[in-house]
């Protein structure tokens, strides 16, 4: 089976503006979650879906937000990007109900 | 707050010098416990996942074990190709997991 996708690897963008990364999940896997990773902070839990409902979010800001489609790939955006926002935005999927997670290779944004 | 804890976070060893990393934990509720490799660069690669304390996981050099306060990854003889950060994370409540901060493996010829 082909891996978990991520689109695109790397992008830069200026602050004050918004970007959309996009995940492609594990074929047959239904759950989709959003990780933002940074040196200082590590690996931290942005939000989940499945079956194109968000379950669970995390402690961030509403300038991130999400959706997922009816085939489960997924898109996360930042609006009014900061500075702050500069890291690697990892997705990973699971099969129904499970924690196991399997992560893609991310997306590194950096925001000048 | 559930917490997990890393140690070391640094590990530089010889060629064939085997260790182990702790991974320290509380949670309310363990939902599995997970160890993941992650080279630079790249997204974490899943290793193992442990549900129960006293439960036991190996592939090939590693083996991680669980108890109910914390888990280790046992690396036995280790070559260069093992160098990598090593994440261990707990599930919480709604499908997220909680990540350490990771223990960043060095291993020299």
């Known amino acids: 089976k082909a891996g978990v996708t991520q689109t695109p690897r790397y992008l830069i963008k200026t602050r004050g503006q918004q970007v959309t990364l996009s995940c492609s999940p594990i074929?047959?896997?239904?759950?989709v979650s959003w990780y933002q990773q940074t040196p200082g902070q590590g690996l931290q839990f942005l939000f989940e879906?499945?079956?194109?409902?968000?379950?669970n979010k995390g402690n961030f800001p509403g300038r991130f937000s999400g959706r997922q489609f009816s085939n489960s790939r997924s898109e996360m955006n930042v609006s009014t990007l900061e500075l702050g926002d500069s890291a690697l935005y990892l997705c990973?999927?699971?099969?129904?109900?499970?924690?196991?997670?399997?992560f893609g290779p991310g997306t590194r944004l950096t925001v000048t | 707050e559930d917490q997990v804890t890393q140690s070391p976070e640094a590990l530089r060893l010889q060629e064939g010098e085997s260790s182990s990393l702790n991974c320290s934990y509380t949670?309310?509720?363990?939902?599995?416990l997970f160890w993941y490799r992650q080279d630079p660069g790249k997204g974490p690669e899943f290793l193992f996942t442990?549900?129960?304390a006293g439960e036991e996981k190996e592939k090939e050099r590693l083996k991680a074990t669980l108890t109910k306060k914390e888990s280790f990854l046992h690396i036995t003889a280790p070559k260069p190709e093992d160098s990598a950060t090593y994440l261990c994370?707990?599930?919480?409540?709604?499908?997220?997991?909680?990540f350490g901060k990771g223990t960043s493996l060095l291993v020299t010829p």
């Open positions: 074929s047959g896997h239904r759950s």
């Open positions: 879906y499945f079956s194109e409902t968000q379950r």
């Open positions: 949670v309310s509720g363990l939902r599995g």
């Open positions: 990973a999927s699971s099969p129904q109900n499970e924690y196991e997670q399997y």
């Open positions: 994370a707990v599930g919480e409540g709604g499908y997220a997991l909680n």
């Open positions: 442990l549900y129960s």
